[in-house]
């Protein structure tokens, strides 16, 4: 179980940080990733870090702006968004997959947190 926490309203150019927090089974291995989906689109990638924490990967439209980590002894992770802007705006989820971090599309991920909304005012 995946449970996502941190979400909320903040005026563009702010910061939140969001958490995921997993139980019930050993995710040991895995990596984390994070999506998002605006009402109308289609799930898009985040971002995603590796087991280790040691590698991350970032879709373009965040990169430089938010920042995935993890506390694999808490059986945590996190994504530090700052300089948030209206576009961000949108449904964030967390997912854990076992394979290469470089995969984006969601249908990939096996198990998912149920989303935490994120809303950017302008």
């Known amino acids: 179980q995946l449970v996502e926490s941190g979400g909320g309203l903040v005026q563009a150019g702010g910061s939140l940080r969001l958490s995921c927090a997993a139980s019930?089974?050993?995710?040991?291995?895995?990596?984390m990733g994070w999506f998002r989906q605006a009402p109308g689109k289609e799930r898009e990638f985040v971002a995603g870090i590796s087991w280790s924490g040691g590698t991350t990967h970032y879709a373009d439209s965040v990169k430089g702006r938010f920042a995935a980590s993890r506390d694999n002894a808490e059986n945590t992770g996190y994504l530090q968004m700052n300089r948030l802007k209206p576009e961000d705006t949108a449904v964030y989820f967390c997912a854990l997959r076992w394979g290469p971090i470089t995969e984006t599309h969601f249908r990939k991920y096996d198990y998912w947190g149920q989303g935490t909304q994120v809303t950017v005012s302008s």
């Open positions: 019930g089974r050993s995710f040991s291995g895995s990596v």
